[in-house]
């Protein structure tokens, strides 16, 4: 076994903001599962206003606006940021990942081994952590939490299952000893244990149906609990009192300072920023680049921090034409001008896709070279593969015309926007690219059935896991292709190494071959974008890029 550290109490927080280092992890299976985590494009609250008042006031309550309604409050089915905005507030995770450095730290569990195979994780959980109800965190809410997982919901908590794949049970020897055992090696699985997709839940929550979680039959240790969720329209949070076991990320113990926060939904980024400028909102997300200028001119600001994970994407059904040809699919690859979608269409936090794993993900490789914008090389690829262009600039091969649909849902406020520049780019190589804005369960329907050209979509981890989730044919596979001898035995190998090194050279061959074969054609990696008013001071943000509100404080009259 390789024994981390026990959990230890610092008297003094630094901020989650501090800028990144590359110190080392404080045992060998830390070097093993977690490479450092480099930020870009990362501000807090109080960073670009100068110094806040020295004392935090506790109080008040936060108005926060979302652009889009959330898909629920349970912590371990909810994939959307707005959704994880409000679901992170009420539960806590076994372990936390440092935002600056990308370590692993204690959080519910103060210490953990790991067997040198990596295929059993004990942790041993803090003493004192109590769940919303009363009722004390034992071990057997973990094994709930993580049999729920792996059981009951399935398919509808898809990040949360795919952490847990290969999991065969969780073993309690006491009720502070939880030992997660799986069936092969499993080396993206402590970093799982610090997202909010694997938060701990209540044994009672966890044995509830998955339905009425979501709809707020949550019950979990966090600095806040749920008074209200109403589908489509937002939810209010208020603290929790008693709350003593933030992770050392954060910036004080105890109890949250903020009493209430409301989330209401405001699908309109420039409705948003307006109502922050007319003290109608404290705080909003995805401000795009037209409302930076209002924020800042009634004294807010506006925070930014780089998603790690798969950065958005077309993913192609290459089950049907005419995806199914490897040869369009590379003439996409290089016919877009990614520097022109940031450029037009974004803001200096967003940064060019130059892979299918975000810059700030550990395990990045540049692949830039694939992407390189060429529209005379798409051109030659597609003469080649034999598709002629037709009288209105549309290419045509054995009568059917170059047409691509993609299937999209505005999760993120600026895709529209995006989609219709990357479609423009796409006509001046013979392309015309469809789009289709469908409803997040529209959009669901359509992946269950096959029913669509492109998936456009993107999904944040601060793991290269996350490549295994999107692209093997075991998982999520949004391609809809078979089994192969390439892209599929690079994921499983890298599941199962390690040696950091060797872990990073095969998601990097992963990476390579993913783009070769044109399973993704990448666009740009998602930063948040949150305006604040100036009044409002410590807001977060975690490893992946998702709101922490335990430091939130707002500046009382």
């Not at 806040?52 to 371990?76: K, W």
């Not at 977060?540 to 998702?546: E, P, Q, V």
Request: a negative charge.
């Amino acid at each position: 076994m390789v024994r981390t550290r026990p959990h230890h109490t610092t008297p003094a927080r630094t901020t989650p903001h501090r800028t990144a280092s590359h110190r080392a992890a404080p045992a060998a299976v830390a070097a093993a599962l977690v490479a450092a985590l480099a930020l870009t494009g990362c501000a807090g609250p109080d960073s670009a206003s100068g110094a806040a008042p020295a004392d935090p006031t506790p109080g008040g309550t936060l108005r926060f606006a979302l652009g889009a309604p959330p898909q629920g409050v349970d912590p371990q089915q909810v994939g959307t940021n707005v959704s994880i905005y409000v679901a992170r507030q009420l539960a806590d995770s076994l372990t936390d990942q440092d935002p600056a450095t990308g370590e692993i730290e204690p959080w519910l569990a103060e210490s953990w081994d790991v067997s040198e195979d990596l295929t059993r994780f004990t942790f041993h959980l803090r003493d004192g952590v109590t769940f919303s109800d009363g009722s004390p965190l034992t071990a057997d809410d973990v094994r709930a939490s993580f049999d729920a997982v792996a059981g009951e919901l399935g398919a509808t908590a898809p990040l949360a299952a795919s952490y847990l794949a290969g999991y065969e049970k969780t073993e309690v020897p006491d009720e502070r000893t939880a030992t997660v055992v799986f069936d092969a090696p499993n080396a993206q699985f402590l970093q799982a244990t610090s997202t909010v997709s694997l938060a701990i839940l209540s044994e009672q929550t966890a044995q509830a149906d998955p339905a009425e979680r979501l709809q707020g039959d949550v019950v979990g240790s966090g600095p806040f609990v749920l008074e209200s969720y109403t589908q489509d329209q937002g939810a209010v949070i208020t603290r929790r009192e008693g709350y003593e076991w933030a992770p050392e990320s954060s910036e004080h113990e105890g109890d949250a300072y903020l009493d209430r926060i409301e989330f209401s939904v405001v699908p309109e980024s420039g409705v948003r920023a307006g109502g922050l400028a007319s003290d109608q909102f404290d705080a909003v997300g995805d401000v795009l680049p037209q409302d930076v200028p209002q924020v800042e001119g009634s004294g807010g600001e506006v925070l930014t921090r780089a998603n790690p994970g798969v950065p958005f994407v077309l993913q192609p059904n290459v089950t049907r034409p005419p995806l199914d040809d490897p040869e369009v699919r590379r003439a996409l690859l290089v016919g877009i001008d990614r520097q022109e979608l940031v450029d037009t269409v974004l803001s200096d936090a967003f940064r060019p896709a130059t892979s299918v794993l975000a810059s700030t993900t550990p395990g990045y490789a540049d692949q830039s070279d694939q992407l390189a914008f060429d529209p005379d090389e798409a051109g030659k690829i597609l003469d080649d593969a034999g598709w002629t262009t037709g009288p209105d600039g549309i290419r045509v091969k054995d009568g059917e015309p170059l047409e691509i649909e993609v299937t999209y849902t505005p999760v993120f406020t600026g895709s529209g926007a995006v989609l219709e520049l990357a479609a423009q780019q796409l006509r001046a190589i013979g392309v015309d690219l469809l789009l289709r804005q469908l409803t997040a369960a529209e959009q669901t329907t359509a992946q269950e059935s096959g029913d669509y050209d492109l998936y456009y979509y993107n999904v944040t981890r601060a793991d290269a896991d996350i490549l295994r989730t999107q692209f093997s044919t075991a998982q999520r596979n949004l391609s809809l292709r078979e089994p192969d001898d390439a892209v599929d035995p690079l994921l499983d190998e890298q599941l199962g190494e390690a040696d950091p090194a060797a872990r990073d050279a095969l998601v990097a061959d992963a990476q390579r071959e993913i783009l070769d074969q044109g399973l993704a054609v990448p666009l740009f990696e998602l930063a948040q974008s949150i305006g604040v008013r100036g009044d409002v001071h410590g807001l977060a943000f975690d490893a992946s890029s998702r709101l922490l509100f335990h430091d939130a404080w707002i500046e009382q009259d």
